[in-house]
C-alpha cells in the first residue's frame, strides 16, 4: 500500500514538473500559448500582448493594432487607422503553434468620417468585418511575427460585401 501511494505522489510531482510549458495552466498565470513543438523551461512565460502594423486589412488601410491575449487561443484588438481614420475592434482565435490559424470577428468604427465603400459613400458609424489568416509566429513562444488575412467586410447600411487582403508585421511582448 505504502509502494503505491509513493509512486502515485512521485508521478503526479514529475506529471506536474513536466506539463509547465509556455502557456501552463498554473494559476495566475493568463499566458495559456502552449507549444507543444517548443518546449520551455518552468521559468519562461509566453507573451500577452502584441503590437503591429497592418496594411490594408481590417482597418482598410495602414493601421496600428494592439492585441491583448486573454488566452491560449483568444485575443481582443484595438486599431487606428491612420488612413481613413477607422477604429478596428476585433475578437480572435487561434489554432496551432507556429503557424497559426486565425478567425476573428469585429466592427469597424467610422465615427464622423466618410469611407468610401464599394464607390460608395458611407455615412453609417461602422462596418462589420472578420478575419480569416495565416499568422507566421517564431517559437519558442513570441516576438516577430507576420500575419496574412482575408478580411471580407460587410456594410449593414448598403447591404453590401467587400473582401479584401490584409498583410501585418509586429511583435509579441
Not at 124 to 151: E, H, M, N, Q
Request: hydrophobic share 40%.
Amino acid at each position: 500500500m505504502k509502494s503505491a501511494f509513493l509512486v502515485l505522489i512521485f508521478g503526479l510531482v514529475d506529471l506536474q514538473s513536466t506539463s509547465h510549458s509556455c502557456g501552463s495552466a498554473r494559476p495566475g498565470n493568463l499566458n495559456r500559448i502552449p507549444q507543444t513543438e517548443y518546449p520551455l523551461e518552468t521559468s519562461q512565460t509566453c507573451p500577452e500582448n502584441a503590437v503591429f502594423g497592418e496594411i490594408v486589412g481590417n482597418g482598410l488601410g495602414l493601421t496600428i493594432n494592439y492585441e491583448r491575449f486573454l488566452s491560449r487561443r483568444f485575443g481582443l484588438r484595438i486599431g487606428y487607422g491612420i488612413v481613413g481614420q477607422t477604429v478596428p475592434l476585433m475578437a480572435n482565435y487561434y489554432v496551432g503553434a507556429k503557424y497559426q490559424l486565425e478567425l476573428g470577428m469585429g466592427v469597424v468604427l467610422q465615427p464622423k468620417w466618410k469611407i468610401v465603400f464599394l464607390s460608395e459613400e458611407s455615412k453609417g458609424p461602422l462596418i462589420l468585418t472578420s478575419t480569416v489568416g495565416l499568422k507566421f509566429d517564431p517559437p519558442p513562444c513570441g516576438g516577430f511575427f507576420f500575419r496574412a488575412s482575408l478580411t471580407p467586410f460587410f456594410n449593414p447600411e448598403k447591404s453590401r460585401g467587400r473582401l479584401i487582403v490584409g498583410l501585418s508585421i509586429g511583435t509579441t511582448f
